[in-house]
């Protein structure tokens, strides 16, 4: 408790005149009594001279501290005076007091007095700050010496503990990483930053935000001790516990590219002091399109479960089915049909998590509601002449649950503006009440009126890729490429959602073409590693090997540290190794309906044979072009 708390003006008397410690202890009395402290004088008083039948209050150095935990008193406070001519007061020192503090505590209020009266003592002695007290005009300014000497006291003491603090926990930086899907590129650059650190001599510890939620966990201390934070992320993560940090938000890609020039940052107080109050999202120093990217993916990332497992599932009643089942194949049989009800209870909640969770990122927890019923809007294609979508020949789909979170999260960030002139009372009211009955309204408005066209631009779109014929090669081919561009970053990501989003539409061709593609990069590596020792090192041939894993799983990101390492030579051979595979998948008319899973969802793929000729054909052709292009080493 501040000790400006406890004392206020009517309990300050400044320039007094006593002649005895008996007037001086009642004239304290007086001011406590004035202030509202005590319920009865003369047992505050009783209590004030047993404690000084005890021993002597008067510390010292001019200073008297009577206090007193009594039953009289109402609430725990201070009262104060000056003496200027000094009194007799049985100090320690034998001198006169001529700065007074009364304490009263309350009985049963645990050690409130002691640690004011610890407080006080320890700020009483600094001679200069007893010289301005005695030397105040009124009690005002009194009060305000106070008050700046405590602050500035605190403001030590919290120095000091971070300072411990930071010797205790050893780390000067800590970042956060997080990608969409929370599989590699999450725990590479935690692992590239750590190391850095450590090489730097800095020490650095890295939470992960995977997909099996968060791991190596940031503590309060640490995080007060730091010297700032690193955000190397693709989605949002929490952020309220870094206000008033250093604080930097960048790619996870540039976590695994550039870490020591991040740490740089850091130690070079060039990192901008984060607030909470702003957003809670990682956005400082982030550039539109990385806040739309980051909003996306959010959307993606809660998304990606629901379809793997929906697909997988609706992909196993196919399996189990009766192939002569005609129109009701994938739900003839009882096991087929149960299997399929399941996947696409999972597979239809697609759409709303998209929308939900997009919305969520822009506008925090109010967003969800009206984000999740944007995506059920896009889902139904409900309109204002057709509320219950009977009669609707295409609805708006994936794009349309794209848009409808995003517009979902703008709505709540007008309605937050429109309503802020409301009296606090109604604060509560707000994310119950307002918020979602005027944003669902708002939304439902808006995709009342939308649904039509963009059932329109969807229906074209998929009309548009089912009737490719034999130009969907192309489409195979650009695609399968894009996996390999980035790894896992904003080009890789676009291929993937459209193929996912092209899946509630019926179209599984490009689903198969865009995992050829992102099979391929890591296959390359483990290939090359594997049969052209003398282009590589030794560690490098050893971690190629787990590349062979990371390929088969469909994990495009095990290429990056090679990529990272040698990008002009890496990078543009898988990606004509990734569009050969992709286009040769969509000229093979291979089909997929699980979006993941590599080659453990083999089962699930339609003309599987030639869909891993595909793959094998990108992956030795790109291996074979990036060992002969890239130089051996020197020996």
Known sequence: MKITELLDVRAIDLNVSVASKDEAIDHLVDLMDKSGKISDKAAYKKGILAREAQTSTGIGEGIAIPHAQVAAVKKAGLASMTVPAGVDYDSLDGQPAKLFFMIAAPEGAGNV??????????????????????????????????????????????????????????????????????????????????????????????????????????????????????????????????????????????????????????????????????????????????????????????????????????????????????????????????FKAIGGVAFDMMLPILSGFIAMSIADRPGLAVGFVGGLLAKSGATFADPFATKISATPGFLGALLYGFVAGWIILLLKKALKGLPKSLEGVKPILLYPLLGVALMGVFA??????????????????????????????????????????????????????????????????????????????????????????????????????????FISEGAIPFAANDPVHVIPSCVLGSAIAGGLSMAFNCTLRAPHGGIFVIATIGNWPMYLASIAIGSIVGAVVLSFWKKPLEK
């Open 448 to 553: 009342s009126a939308v649904n039509p066209i963009m059932g329109i631009i969807n229906g074209g779109l998929t009309s548009f890729l089912n009737g490719l014929g034999q130009y969907g090669i192309i489409l195979g081919i650009v695609a399968g490429g894009m996996m390999s561009i980035d790894m896992g970053g904003p080009f890789n990501k676009a291929a993937y959602v459209t193929a996912t989003g092209l899946l509630a539409s019926g179209n599984y061709t490009l689903m198969a073409s865009v995992m050829a593609g992102g099979m391929v990069p890591p296959l390359v590596i483990a290939l090359s590693t594997t049969f052209f020792k003398d282009k590589w090192t030794e560690e490098e041939r050893n971690a190629g090997l787990v590349n062979y894993v990371m390929g088969l799983s």
């Open 113 to 338: 007095h002691l640690q004011a009266l610890a407080k006080l003592s320890m700020l009483l002695m600094n001679e200069e700050f007893r010289t301005r007290l005695m030397a105040a005009k009124t009690p005002e300014e009194f009060l305000s010496i106070i008050d700046d000497e405590e602050s500035k006291r605190d403001a030590e003491e919290a120095a000091e503990k971070a300072k411990e603090a930071k010797q205790a926990t050893g780390y000067k930086v800590l970042a956060v990483t997080a990608c969409p899907t929370g599989i590699a590129h999450t725990f590479m650059a935690a692992e590239n930053l750590t190391k850095a650190g450590e090489a730097m001599g800095y020490p650095l510890k890295a939470e992960t935000n995977g997909s099996e939620g968060v791991g190596n966990a940031l503590t309060a201390e640490e995080i007060a001790a730091a010297d700032g934070i690193i955000i190397a992320a693709d989605k949002n993560v929490e952020m309220a516990r870094f206000d008033g940090k250093p604080l930097i938000s960048v790619p996870v890609t540039e976590g695994i590219r550039h870490p020591e020039e991040l740490i740089n940052k850091i130690r070079n107080g060039q990192a901008p002091i984060y607030h909470a109050e702003e957003g809670a999202s990682a956005s400082t120093g982030s550039s539109t399109a990385q806040g739309f990217y980051k909003h996306l993916m959010n959307g993606v990332s809660h998304m990606l479960p629901f379809v793997v497992a929906g697909g997988i599932l609706i992909a196993i009643a196919f399996l189990v089915d009766d192939k002569n089942a005609g129109a009701n194949f994938g739900s003839s049989t009882p096991l087929a049909a149960w």
